[in-house]
């Protein structure tokens, strides 16, 4: 592992309460919701994943091709004891992990956004070590949608101390209301990139999108 480049923390801890089933493990052509990004995340220019899940989770949902090297060698599974208190506990699981690999930045990946492109995990890494190339401090990189900061976020190691502060359903998004930070954005055409599958009204728009299913 480079631990001079940015890892992710990959949020897969989540009830999936609206759901009502382990929405991770949906089909999605012939893998899953969750295998989506986290195949695209082991595949992209990230040194690390992080992948937070719950207790109970056996990661059935995380195609075989993961387990085996050389992808294997880019994730490990760690797990969240309190991930039924909010997503902040399962935020601050995987930061405490990141952060003890001394890495230059830490991505926000969540498991529920199927649809996001290798090309943005990739542009926003290359647009934040290139900051930190050109001395230029920069608290968090966050992909945008019209005008909107959505994840993936990259943040600073700086920041961590900040974001593990959040308690209950807080997510990393909550900073941006609650402190002053001059982060910077980058804006993203297509909203599919975006798209968060957490009912079955969204799984079922999935499905009939065309889009990678």
Not at 95 to 113: C, F, N, W
Not at 187 to 197: H, K, P
């Amino acid at each position: 592992m480079d631990n001079h480049g940015v890892i992710a923390v990959y949020l897969a801890a989540g009830k999936s309460q609206r759901m009502g089933i382990n929405k991770l493990a949906l089909p999605l052509g012939e893998k899953t919701i969750g295998n989506a990004v986290l195949e695209k995340a082991v595949s992209s220019d990230l040194s690390y994943t992080i992948v937070v899940t719950r207790e109970a989770d056996r990661l059935n949902w995380i195609d075989d091709t993961l387990w085996r090297i050389p992808l294997r060698k880019n994730w490990e599974a760690v797990i969240c004891q309190d991930a039924d208190k909010g997503q902040a506990h399962s935020l601050n699981r995987g930061l405490s992990t990141a952060i003890e690999m001394e890495p230059k930045g830490i991505m926000v990946l969540l498991a529920d956004q199927p649809l996001l492109s290798v090309r943005i995990i990739n542009d926003l890494i290359f647009r934040y070590l290139k900051g930190i190339q050109q001395h230029i401090d920069i608290p968090f990189l966050a992909a945008s949608f019209q005008g909107i900061p959505r994840p993936p976020i990259i943040f600073s190691p700086k920041m961590v101390p900040e974001l593990l502060k959040l308690k209950g359903d807080e997510g990393a998004r909550q900073l941006f209301n609650k402190s002053p930070m001059t982060g910077k954005l980058v804006d993203y055409e297509s909203e599919w990139d975006f798209f968060d599958v957490d009912t079955k009204e969204d799984y079922e728009c999935l499905k009939g999108c065309g889009h990678g299913c």
